[in-house]
């Protein structure tokens, strides 16, 4: 374990390789309104079903909070659901944790990324 976190991290935390990552996907619920947690439940649902792992942070923290604890865990992928995401066809944020930005995707296509 020691040598995994010598190798694979940077000043933001871990960066799990896939293959030994605890969890895949971190997912950052942004809001408690009911179309976010359903949206959410929908998300857990479709990785779980496909045996990705998923973290689910559901605390009712900052957004800069939660992506900056994301980065710490090393966690590989970055999923967000937030009221703009909502607005914007049902889409999802991801972020691939050894990138800088993020991009929209739908929920099937996220999967099969």
């Given at each position: 374990m020691?040598?995994?976190v010598?190798l694979?991290?940077?000043?933001?935390?871990?960066?799990?390789?896939e293959?030994?990552?605890?969890f895949?996907?971190?997912?950052?619920q942004?809001?408690?309104?009911e179309a976010?947690k359903?949206q959410?439940?929908?998300f857990?649902?479709?990785?779980?079903?496909?045996?990705?792992?998923?973290f689910?942070d559901?605390?009712?923290e900052?957004p800069g909070?939660?992506f900056?604890?994301?980065?710490l865990?090393g966690?590989?992928y970055?999923?967000v659901?937030?009221?703009?995401t909502i607005a914007?066809?049902q889409q999802?944020e991801?972020?691939?944790?050894t990138q800088?930005?993020?991009q929209?995707?739908?929920?099937?296509?996220?999967?099969?990324?």
């Open positions: 020691g040598a995994l010598e694979f991290s940077d000043d933001n935390g871990l960066n799990w390789p293959t030994v990552a605890p895949k996907v971190y997912l950052a942004l809001g408690n309104q976010i359903a959410c439940q929908k857990y649902d479709a990785c779980t079903k496909q045996d990705i792992a998923v689910w559901d605390r009712d900052r909070i939660k900056n604890d994301a980065d865990y966690i590989p970055r999923a659901i937030s009221e703009q914007k066809k999802i991801v972020k691939k944790r800088q930005t993020s929209m995707m739908p929920l099937e296509a996220l999967i099969k990324y």
